[in-house]
């Protein structure tokens, strides 16, 4: 993978419709969930979601690469909007960035 | 409450359905829910609230356990012989998962200690054995507005159904008497495949689990019957009954009532 933003796993994302640099996304909640793997790295993020409120943004750091393509499609599924899935190059570490719309 | 990483392993395939979650695991986690009968009917139904981890179970029942009852019973075991079938089906759930507290109620409801008994839990779990218990059970959860999951089971047919008092039918509505003693035979002398009131206890586990989340269609004005042999369900409309004797709006009866003990009791 050479370029900033994945595609793998969000193809499916019908609402995925939000792309932002980086710097313009502001999160309202950071969770690193590195070392975890799948389901426990989908719930820790819908634990952490629930905490929230609509409208509010979360920032997930993971560096199980199943769990880059399969948080985007849960999340998606439940209803909520990925922002961005992204790999960051060389550290086997990804970043989802991702807003809470629905309880 | 916040979960225990334990918890977090634990109810994890819970937690990441869209329908349960965190906060529906902890709905879960604080229901209490009251079961008539550690039998064939119980065993599997608390087996699965406990795993599902329902917060409090209780269990009514004045029975030992026998060896007749294993072919069914799987809460119990050949080391719990003997035992009252209250105190084995609390050693098993609890065992399954601590985070249950099971309630151990070693009697027999009547007409005297029932309205005490369910009052404090949230939904009735009927798996009792005989048409007395029945209906005393259906009569005060009307008279209280607990939510009932009834189900019953003979040879290879059960049945299924949720009375939500108020918003529904209730087991008089369908039935509005019990049958005359010996007319319906019971389990000891019909007969009755150990795998069916597996199917039948789980199906109540799960309308149990349904009404805690508040999710789906309960089985509301309708009786889900099973039959084995075809291997089929069939789901029949059960109308509130305008006339019903207990949950009409003009009730012949107004105070519960223990039928003669007449009936076969297993």
């Not at chain 1, 989908?42 to 634990?47: D, P, Q, R, T, Y």
């Not at chain 2, 009852?69 to 079938?85: F, P």
Request: glycine share 8%; with cysteine.
């Amino acid at each position: 993978m050479t370029g900033a933003v994945s595609t793998q796993g969000t193809a499916s994302l019908k609402k995925c419709e939000v792309f932002m640099p980086e710097s313009e996304i502001k999160s309202d909640k950071k969770i690193d969930i590195k070392g975890l793997v799948c389901p426990y790295t989908f719930v820790k993020v819908k634990l952490a979601m629930e905490e929230m409120e609509p409208g509010q943004v979360i920032e997930i750091l993971l560096d199980y690469p199943e769990a880059a393509k399969n948080i985007p499609k849960s999340l998606s599924e439940q209803g909520q909007t990925v922002m961005k899935v992204q790999e960051l190059e060389g550290t086997g570490n990804w970043i989802i960035i991702a807003r809470k719309e629905t309880d | 409450m916040e979960f225990t990483e334990d918890q977090i392993q634990r109810y994890s395939r819970h937690i990441i359905l869209a329908e349960v979650g965190g906060k529906g695991q902890k709905k879960l986690l604080s229901a209490k829910v009251l079961m008539v009968g550690a039998g064939g009917l119980g065993c599997p139904a608390g087996f699965y609230l406990a795993a599902a981890g329902v917060g409090t179970i209780a269990i009514v029942d004045d029975d030992r356990v026998e060896l007749s009852n294993l072919q069914r019973q799987i809460a119990h075991s050949t080391k719990t012989l003997g035992m009252l079938k209250a105190d084995s089906a609390k050693q098993t759930f609890e065992s399954l998962n601590p985070d249950v507290n099971v309630v151990a109620i070693k009697g027999r409801l009547n007409k005297d200690n029932i309205l005490d008994i369910i009052r404090d839990y949230d939904i009735v779990v009927d798996g009792s054995d005989n048409f007395p218990t029945r209906y005393l059970v259906n009569d005060a959860c009307v008279f209280l507005k607990k939510p009932l999951v009834s189900g019953a089971i003979l040879r290879f047919e059960g049945q299924v159904t949720t009375v939500l008092p108020g918003d529904g039918h209730c087991y008089r509505c369908l039935f509005e008497v019990p049958p005359p003693p010996g007319l319906v035979p019971s389990c000891q002398e019909a007969g009755v495949l150990g795998v069916l009131p597996g199917v039948i206890g789980s199906l109540q586990a799960m309308e149990v689990l349904k009404l805690i989340l508040g999710k789906g269609q309960p089985l509301k004005n309708s009786l889900l019957i099973y039959d084995a042999l075809r291997a089929n369900f069939r789901k029949v409309k059960v109308p509130k009954n305008p006339e019903c004797p207990v949950c009409s709006e003009h009730p012949s009866i107004t105070e519960l009532q223990d039928y003669d003990a007449g009936y076969c009791q297993l």
